[in-house]
């Protein structure tokens, strides 16, 4: 399937996760979640914290661009 082909570049290009939160997550801070692959991570999902939300919108650890 094309999707699953194009899943890698994605990911490499920041416009998906490599991994999706699961249940349990806690990270120590966005350089664990990152490495994990599933970052950046959006408020209600698993792994969310304020502490890691920077700038308050509601999306910790995002990509640096």
Do not use: S
Request: hydrophobic residues 35%.
């Amino acid at each position: 399937m094309i999707a699953e082909k194009a899943k890698p570049f994605a990911v490499a290009a920041g416009l998906m996760r490599a991994r999706a939160p699961q249940e349990g997550d806690y990270w120590p801070g966005c350089n664990a979640a990152r490495a994990a692959g599933t970052a950046p991570i959006y408020i209600g999902e698993p792994g969310y914290r304020e502490g890691m939300d920077g700038d308050g919108d509601g999306v910790a650890c995002e990509p640096h661009y």
